[in-house]
């Protein structure tokens, strides 16, 4: 138990230091006004597209890389997504933020399985507890189901089949399956926000930006989404 204590502690102290340099490198670097505008943008937009152009397996590879990373130090999963439909376009960005954030999730899963099972059974098994029956009903449908229509963070996704002993088999390819349609329309809609900043030298209105087709329908594909998010957890998901 104390040697499982050590291990957490220096895990979280390696999480903090990385996540400082990585903050002290950026605001180092740039300004938060720089950060923020939108000629900021177009430029790293500019810079980000030669280098794919230059070396398109290079790039892919890394972003991929970037990406297990960010899972693993528990990043939200919409940021690399948008990024990779920035930088990508959509569908291209959808494979490679699969490949990245699956990865990621499968390798969270399995420190966490190996480390913090028993706080995870502390901290969740009781509010979880209904789950279990619908797990073993038939684990691969119900997975996918929960990671397309649960409405849970996406971390906690990720740790949360750590209750069920979920099979590594089943997990990626119950995340493989139920995160696809998210994705897809996220790099949907950061394909959009690329085209609109090479249309736009200056900052286009909000008007500009929705009336986009790539935009708006990234959005009204979001909302169709939402409602089938809630009708499937209605149907399979509910206490």
């Given at each position: ?5 050590k ?17 002290w ?7 938060i006004?720089?950060?923020?505008s ?14 794919k ?16 990373f ?135 209105s ?34």
């Amino acid at each position: 138990m104390e040697k499982d204590n050590k291990v957490k502690i220096y895990i979280g102290l390696i999480y903090i230091l990385i996540i400082s340099l990585f903050l002290w490198f950026l605001f180092n670097k740039f300004t938060i006004s720089e950060i923020t505008s939108y000629d900021f943008l177009r430029l790293q937009q500019n810079y980000l597209f030669s280098l794919k152009e230059k070396n398109l397996i290079l790039i892919s590879t890394i972003y991929v890389l970037a990406t297990i990373f960010w899972t693993l130090m528990c990043g939200f999963g919409s940021i690399p997504i948008l990024i990779s439909g920035f930088i990508f376009g959509k569908w291209m960005g959808t494979l490679l933020a699969l490949i990245g954030l699956v990865t990621g999730s499968t390798l969270f899963y399995l420190l966490a399985k190996y480390f913090f099972k028993d706080l995870i059974l502390e901290k969740f098994s009781k509010k979880f507890s209904w789950l279990f029956n619908k797990f073993k009903q038939n684990e691969l449908i119900i997975f996918i189901i929960f990671r397309a229509a649960s409405g849970i963070p996406f971390q906690i996704q990720n740790i949360l089949p750590v209750l069920f002993d979920v099979k590594i088999k089943n997990f990626i390819m119950g995340s493989f399956l139920g995160m696809t349609p998210s994705i897809f329309i996220f790099c949907a809609l950061g394909e959009g926000i690329s085209k609109v900043i090479n249309q736009n030298i200056s900052t286009p209105s909000i008007l500009q930006i929705v009336s986009t087709p790539d935009i708006y329908l990234s959005i009204i594909g979001f909302i169709i989404f939402l409602i089938f998010v809630i009708l499937m957890k209605n149907k399979f998901l509910k206490n």
